[in-house]
């Protein structure tokens, strides 16, 4: 590249030209032509992937839009940041590590916004999983099948019931008892959840055709390409849903939807018996006799929303399959959905006519049929629990929830995959630094001619703050990491575990003093939250007395 700035008219191919004028028009990368035929360039490549995140906002509520427009700017600017705002307005800074993040702020502070801005502590994700039931406990041995009772729990104050059986199926009805359903979860191979992570714009791609279809649109709305990738990723997932077992036959056709935000990997299947739906694959017709077909779509709002916050510390759920095996509905559940058609004509009624008002304000509030008329039913049963549609989808979301806690939860922790070039005098102090961090190294070679190691380890990304300043202190300089977001992992510990053997309580001890990793993460998660964290705390502390007189 040369040293000066030319402006020119136009310019030769082989050369390194910019474009000013674009930034009301050009997101992150885009294509320009003088033609509309010419094809679209890929997007870039970047091998990195944004994990840590960080809250913004100015220390001045007034300088809130130059902070916007400072993180659009920073969104064109670099490709491996993403901006984005939260559910609660919180607006986010997503960086690929803990050096980038500090370059993304600084630039923010002096180039884009120009403004002081405060930042919160460090965010990392986390996801919750379940897994199979363990076969040996912490000490090594195996543990004995038990028969577990089958459960039945009342909250206070409210008429939902819910049971859980030895086989992990929660039977739960909604509050006004009108509807029962019984679902329970299971953990997806391992394949199929690294698969649907892979395949997430495809499916979400399948879910704007498949909404686009329920609403009467044009069905010419995806390329051969498109066509070919989704027959594709159905393949594949009837390929590993085969080797998985025979519990998982013809699970491909009995996908319900997909969740989170209906592009994530966890799995809603329908193996209700009367209930024949089609698939997120096909657009074939559904049984309209059917009563699950008015509350299909709140049935699902209810399990994207158990999705998207699990049981642990309302962290995405992953990897986990919600198998609904019955669905059943009381004759007194069309009443209630009369009476919602009812509502709704009410509410469409000109309320600016006095004589409407008078006719109906008395009635709403006492329920008395004989002064509304014969066009309003008299039942006003549901009305304390609201809608049925909420109720349905309020069921169904603590269901989900329910089946979650019946199977051994884990916590999935961020892994970054670390690559050292180290001499071999300071072999050992880089061990000991990944050991204090819960890392491991995975590959470890001298390279031919020198005196350096290279060394390929895992490190969660929870525990990569400052990992670089201290490998470089203890190493005095020597040691060059360099971290790239690899995979997630499940942490291999029950968050809820304690001792209960013998042989437990002679290994730990009775207050099991050792560290539990998911139970420390969760917590941290659940305190940033604002959530309930069960902790000991002292709430009147005393002095110790001495009673010994000194002599």
């Known amino acids: 590249m040369g040293k000066e700035l030319i402006e020119l008219n136009e310019v030769p191919a082989g050369n390194v030209i910019g474009i000013g004028g674009l930034q009301d028009h050009v997101l992150k990368s885009a294509t320009l032509s003088s033609t509309i035929a010419c094809p679209s360039f890929i997007d870039l490549y970047s091998s990195t992937v944004p994990i840590l995140r960080v809250a913004l906002e100015p220390c001045h509520p007034k300088e809130m839009s130059s902070l916007v427009k400072g993180l659009r700017l920073l969104n064109q600017a670099d490709p491996c940041v993403q901006v984005f705002v939260q559910e609660t307005g919180e607006h986010v800074?997503?960086?690929?590590?803990?050096?980038?993040?500090?370059?993304?702020?600084?630039?923010?502070?002096?180039?884009?916004?120009?403004?002081?801005?405060?930042?919160?502590?460090?965010?990392?994700?986390?996801?919750?999983?379940?897994?199979?039931?363990?076969?040996?406990?912490?000490?090594?041995?195996?543990?004995?099948?038990?028969?577990?009772?089958?459960?039945?729990?009342?909250?206070?104050?409210?008429?939902?019931?819910?049971?859980?059986?030895?086989?992990?199926?929660?039977?739960?009805?909604?509050?006004?008892?009108?509807?029962?359903?019984?679902?329970?979860?299971?953990?997806?191979?391992?394949?199929?959840t690294k698969l649907l992570e892979e395949n997430a714009s495809l499916l979400k791609i399948l879910d704007q055709v498949y909404y686009a279809h329920n609403c009467g649109e044009s069905d010419d709305i995806?390329?051969?390409?498109?066509?070919?990738?989704?027959?594709?990723?159905?393949?594949?997932?009837?390929?590993?849903?085969?080797?998985?077992?025979?519990?998982?036959?013809?699970?491909?056709?009995?996908?319900?939807?997909?969740?989170?935000?209906?592009?994530g990997p966890n799995i809603l299947l329908n193996r209700i018996p009367n209930y024949k739906r089609s698939s997120v694959w096909t657009y074939s017709p559904t049984d309209s006799e059917s009563p699950h077909l008015n509350y299909d779509s709140t049935f699902v709002s209810g399990f994207q929303l158990a999705a998207l916050c699990g049981p642990l510390c309302d962290e995405p759920m992953m990897g986990v399959c919600f198998i609904v095996e019955d669905w059943t509905f009381e004759k007194e559940a069309f009443a209630a959905t009369d009476d919602e058609t009812v509502d709704k004509s009410l509410s469409r009624m000109d309320l600016n006519d006095d004589i409407?008002?008078?006719?109906?304000?008395?009635?709403?509030?006492?329920?008395?049929?004989?002064?509304?008329?014969?066009?309003?039913?008299?039942?006003?049963?549901?009305t304390p629990f609201g809608p049925f549609t909420g109720q349905i989808m309020s069921t169904v979301k603590e269901a989900c929830k329910?089946?979650?806690?019946?199977?051994?939860?884990?916590?999935?922790?961020?892994?970054?995959?670390?690559?050292?070039?180290?001499?071999?005098?300071?072999?050992?102090?880089?061990?000991?630094?990944?050991?204090?961090?819960?890392?491991?190294?995975?590959?470890?070679?001298?390279?031919?001619?020198?005196?350096?190691?290279?060394?390929?380890?895992?490190?969660?990304?929870?525990?990569?703050?400052?990992?670089?300043?201290?490998?470089?202190?203890?190493?005095?300089?020597?040691?060059?990491?360099?971290?790239?977001?690899?995979?997630?992992?499940?942490?291999?510990?029950?968050?809820?575990?304690?001792?209960?053997?013998?042989?437990?309580?002679?290994?730990?001890?009775?207050?099991?003093?050792?560290?539990?990793?998911?139970?420390?993460?969760?917590?941290?998660?659940?305190?940033?939250?604002?959530?309930?964290?069960?902790?000991?705390?002292?709430?009147?502390?005393?002095?110790?007395?001495?009673?010994?007189?000194?002599?």
Not at 415 to 436: E, H
Request: hydrophobic share 35%; aromatic share 6%; proline share 5%.
């Open 93 to 192: 800074l997503v960086s690929s590590g803990e050096v980038h993040l500090q370059r993304c702020v600084e630039d923010l502070k002096e180039r884009f916004a120009k403004i002081d801005i405060n930042v919160s502590s460090l965010i990392v994700p986390f996801r919750e999983t379940i897994i199979l039931p363990p076969k040996i406990d912490m000490v090594n041995e195996i543990i004995e099948e038990k028969n577990q009772q089958k459960k039945a729990s009342k909250a206070d104050g409210e008429t939902l019931e819910n049971e859980t059986y030895s086989d992990g199926v929660i039977t739960m009805k909604t509050p006004n008892r009108l509807s029962c359903l019984k679902l329970r979860a299971k953990p997806l191979p391992e394949e199929v």
């Open 222 to 263: 995806l390329t051969p390409e498109t066509v070919a990738a989704l027959s594709k990723l159905k393949n594949k997932l009837a390929e590993h849903f085969t080797e998985a077992g025979s519990d998982w036959d013809g699970a491909v056709d009995q996908i319900w939807s997909f969740g989170p935000r209906r592009c």
């Open 356 to 382: 409407t008002c008078k006719n109906i304000s008395k009635p709403s509030k006492e329920c008395d049929s004989e002064s509304v008329g014969s066009s309003i039913p008299s039942s006003c049963n549901s």
């Open 402 to 551: 329910k089946a979650f806690q019946a199977q051994p939860q884990r916590l999935m922790c961020a892994m970054y995959s670390c690559n050292i070039q180290v001499p071999t005098d300071m072999l050992g102090k880089m061990y000991a630094v990944l050991g204090r961090r819960s890392g491991r190294v995975l590959h470890a070679d001298m390279e031919e001619g020198s005196q350096t190691f290279h060394v390929i380890a895992e490190l969660p990304v929870i525990e990569s703050f400052d990992f670089a300043n201290e490998i470089r202190k203890q190493t005095n300089g020597l040691a060059l990491p360099q971290l790239v977001f690899s995979h997630w992992e499940v942490v291999d510990v029950d968050p809820f575990w304690s001792p209960r053997t013998e042989e437990e309580y002679a290994h730990f001890g009775e207050k099991a003093d050792v560290e539990n990793r998911a139970r420390k993460y969760v917590n941290n998660v659940r305190r940033r939250k604002g959530l309930a964290v069960d902790e000991k705390i002292v709430e009147h502390a005393e002095k110790q007395r001495t009673l010994m007189r000194k002599k």
